[in-house]
């Protein structure tokens, strides 16, 4: 379409253009003679970095797929948030990381794979859903809330949103990773703030509620990334195809 400097993608062109750039790098390297990759004989492993939110949506959906298609491969996965996926990748130990960043090295390629709201989690019969109780902001903030930092230092993306609007929550508890926050959110009247993935994986999995935040906050975007010596490596090339059909999904 035209833009005011000439003619530009459409979104749904920008959207199209890695995976037809990754199609025409597997034709090409068909053309050259390259080895190809056959995820059905393939022995080895995955490795993936991903923060934990995304761990326990994106995971378990991936191994279903690769187990399908690829089921002598292994999947290894590093929790890691921003600047330590980064350096996995620099230091290759991993193939590829998913997560939110602020900025991409140049000699990385990179991905949207979603923009999610965030939403609140907590147990079904929490007091904030009593009949008659406005569901704002201001009642969200009334409870104490358990947040999850890599950092463990009791601050999230969200209240980072929050200092936008002047507010601020009281984290009662603060943990590293979501392995408790079940258990914490469903015995007490706690409440955590998380993405949507996240959020619908405690809904569907532990039977907690969720309800979106009642702030406009924004969205939080999550990319993948990987390193640009490995554009068009036929494995590396599979496993970005693998991971882009899982978010396709949700």
């Excluded at 934990?52 to 996965?77: E, F, G, T, W």
């Excluded at 907690?208 to 406009?216: C, I």
Aim: charged content about 25%; hydrophobic content about 45%; glycine content about 6%.
């Amino acid at each position: 379409m035209r833009g005011p400097s000439g003619f530009v993608l459409t979104p749904r062109a920008e959207a199209m253009r890695e995976p037809l750039r990754e199609a025409i790098a597997l034709v090409e390297s068909c053309v050259a003679g390259v080895p190809q990759f056959d995820p059905g004989k393939a022995t080895g492993a995955f490795r993936l970095s991903t923060p934990d939110r995304l761990s326990i949506a994106v995971v378990p959906a991936l191994l279903a797929r690769l187990q399908k298609a690829a089921p002598n491969m292994s999947l290894h996965i590093i929790t890691a948030e921003r600047q330590r996926a980064l350096e996995l990748l620099d230091a290759e130990r991993t193939d590829c990381a998913l997560g939110w960043f602020d900025e991409k090295p140049g000699h990385c390629g990179a991905e949207l794979m979603m923009e999610e709201n965030l939403f609140c989690v907590f147990r079904r019969d929490h007091p904030i859903l009593r009949r008659g109780k406005a569901f704002d902001i201001a009642a969200v903030l009334s409870f104490p809330h358990v947040v999850v930092s890599a950092s463990g230092q009791g601050s999230a993306i969200f209240d980072d949103l929050l200092k936008r609007h002047g507010l601020s929550r009281r984290a009662l508890v603060a943990v590293t990773n979501f392995t408790a926050v079940p258990s914490l959110l469903g015995g007490s009247d706690m409440i955590g703030v998380f993405t949507k993935l996240a959020a619908d994986a405690f809904q569907t999995s532990f039977g907690l509620a969720k309800r979106p935040v009642p702030l406009d906050v924004g969205k939080i975007a999550t990319q993948m990334v990987w390193p640009l010596r490995y554009e068009r490596d036929p494995r590396h090339l599979w496993l970005r195809q693998q991971i882009r059909a899982v978010y396709r999904e949700f």
